[in-house]
């Protein structure tokens, strides 16, 4: 291992990838020999990292090395020159002695911006001194940060203007108040480093996210990592844990295959993963995911074909406008410096703008060109739910989201991105209500569509720990009473294969040495003797979904319609009528369940 606060370099993994550089791609990693899903690609620690500043305020992760406090003797204390929260390691490293009287000077300088209304983020402008200050400790390495590429000219001169005004005050503060026995900050510090240096932290920098929550805790840049190329489908998935990010294969890969990650949300379709890119990374995704109309057989935008005679899908071609010259390739990069040559190449290519993007809906089965008329009815479904009502009125949010968006399923492909997000929604809102197992059903739905959509990502496990958690809360709320003992031990089992799921899926993305994979395994041993001795576990042929569809003795009224799936929904459509509800194969089979029920009840 090397100590903490050495430059930016390999930790693990060194011998099986290699840059390389090539005229249409720029710099990119190889692989150097063959590697199977699982396995670590490699580990590196960022040059320079910082918490984001809601975080860096709390002061719940330290303010240099991004992690948590360990134990009781390496808890973050807050410095007495620059008032950040650091671990005892990191306050008294070499690099904290030479930013520390720098570090005041930014939240002064970001304060008094934003009393003029200029916005500036806190976490960025910390994280620019950062590595300027290490950039005297080791400058060779810095050589390497400094060539990154900082598509500076692709910023919009709002943003350029802020940082540009942040370098002004951030030099003038800290030039006045040096002393003889400290360098000068106008010496230390250069304007157009400070506006280069935040414009490679824009288009480089990983965030580190909670493996709990998935919200974005630091900004960390690492030197190797932002040399992959972008796609849509990539062949690894990343996690940061502190300053360190591990890449692990999630596809088998041969030996000097181009290593690619993702910049985009993968539960997006083509045309908002494309719009995404355009907004932020200034390129235009030819992967082979994005040039298939049904996004290799995912169909997230997919709907039925209008005319009658026709049993196909119709399905989006997402181009650029014939007016367009941009330069694409097949794993445009811009938040790495191996994009720097098909963006800011000299030969002066074009830069895609969103209103480039076209949509051209087709039938793949009978190639009829369909119009958008009812692709712009969904868009409007999702716009409702986008804005998220049920945060302030979940209620009216149920309400109206049913009205809006149901209509429409009937033609929609079951992958497609309406039923997913309407899901989603709903689960939440329902939970808002602390209505958690009239919740499960969606969830559940959830899950199944991002476990087909994007297998091996972390998504996966995010999205069945979330269940789990839901199903938890579901059990404990739910009556430990005779009528309702089946359902709470289906609730338990319920969780416990969430958390085998989630647990597989970490094991793959994030290795058996995150923290997550640890806290995965110890929930599931805590639960696993109450699984194993649920009643549950004797009753074959009984799901969840038939549990919550059983009325209660306490609640004689039959279920919302939110419980039934549109599986329960055919099942009721195809079974033969009977006049008489005893000679039915089903109310037999509920018999012997209700004997076997008392026969237990009596031993």
Avoid at 254 to 262: M, P, R, V, Y
Avoid at 515 to 537: R, W, Y
Wanted: aromatic letters at 6%.
């Amino acid at each position: 291992l090397v100590t903490k606060h050495k430059m930016s370099m390999l930790l693990e993994g060194g011998d099986r990838v290699k840059k390389n550089v090539t005229d249409e791609r720029g710099r990119e990693m190889l692989t150097t020999c063959d590697i199977k899903p699982g396995e670590l690609v490699f580990r590196e620690v960022a040059f320079a990292a910082c918490p984001v500043t809601s975080v860096l305020l709390d002061r719940s992760l330290c303010a240099m090395c991004c992690l948590p406090p360990q134990s009781p003797d390496r808890n973050i204390i807050s410095c007495d020159g620059c008032s950040l929260g650091l671990c005892q390691e990191c306050l008294h490293s070499p690099l904290h002695k030479k930013e520390c009287q720098w570090m005041s000077k930014v939240l002064e300088c970001v304060i008094l911006s934003a009393q003029e209304e200029i916005d500036l983020d806190l976490s960025t402008c910390a994280l620019v001194v950062r590595i300027l200050v290490k950039s005297r400790l080791d400058p060779d390495n810095y050589q390497l940060i400094k060539a990154m590429s900082s598509h500076r000219q692709l910023r919009s001169s709002k943003w350029l203007s802020s940082y540009e005004i942040f370098a002004d005050k951030f030099i003038n503060s800290c030039s006045s108040s040096s002393s003889s026995s400290s360098s000068s900050g106008a010496m230390i510090f250069k304007k157009e480093e400070i506006i280069e240096t935040s414009c490679i932290i824009a288009t480089n920098a990983f965030g580190g996210r909670s493996a709990y929550t998935s919200s974005q805790l630091s900004t960390c840049l690492f030197y190797h990592a932002a040399m992959l190329n972008h796609s849509c489908s990539p062949s690894v998935s990343y996690s940061v844990l502190g300053d360190t990010i591990t890449m692990r294969a999630v596809k088998p890969m041969s030996k000097g295959e181009i290593l690619t990650d993702t910049y985009v949300d993968l539960l997006l379709p083509t045309y908002d993963r494309q719009v995404t890119l355009v907004q932020s990374k200034k390129f235009f995704c030819r992967c082979s995911r994005c040039v298939d109309p049904t996004e290799e057989g995912r169909y997230m935008t997919a709907w039925m074909c209008p005319k009658q005679t026709c049993s196909g899908f119709v399905v989006p071609t997402i181009s650029l406008s014939s007016t367009s010259t941009t330069s694409t390739t097949s794993t445009s990069s811009t938040s790495s410096s191996s994009s720097s040559t098909s963006i800011s190449s000299s030969s002066g290519s074009h830069v895609p703008s969103i209103d480039e993007i076209t949509q051209t809906w087709t039938c793949v089965e009978c190639d009829s060109v369909v119009s958008s008329e009812f692709p712009d009815k969904i868009q409007d479904a999702r716009n409702f739910l986008g804005q998220r009502s049920w945060t302030t009125n979940p209620s009216e949010f149920l309400q109206k989201a049913a009205e809006i968006c149901k209509p429409l399923f009937s033609t929609l492909h079951e992958n497609h991105i309406l039923k997913f997000s309407y899901n989603l929604e709903v689960c939440n809102a329902l939970n808002k209500l602390k209505r958690h197992a009239e919740s499960i059903p969606n969830i559940k739905e959830v899950c199944d569509v991002v476990l087909r959509l994007v297998p091996l990502t972390s998504q996966v496990a995010d999205c069945y720990y979330q269940f789990a958690n839901i199903c938890a809360l579901a059990y404990k709320t739910t009556p430990a009473t005779p009528e309702r003992q089946v359902m709470r031990g289906l609730l338990l089992r319920s969780q416990f294969s969430s958390l085998e799921t989630a647990l597989k899926t970490v094991r793959v993305c994030m290795g058996e040495d995150h923290p997550f994979f640890s806290k995965l395994k110890n929930n599931i041993l805590e639960i696993q003797k109450d699984v194993t001795n649920a009643a549950v576990g004797q009753i074959k042929g009984l799901s969840l979904q038939d549990s919550l569809n059983q009325p209660s003795a306490e609640q004689p009224s039959p279920a919302p319609s939110s419980y039934y799936s549109n599986s329960n929904i055919s099942q009721t459509k195809s079974a033969s009528p009977s006049s008489s509800s005893s000679s039915s194969p089903s109310s037999t089979t509920a018999k012997k369940e209700e004997e076997k029920m008392q026969e237990k009840k009596d031993k």
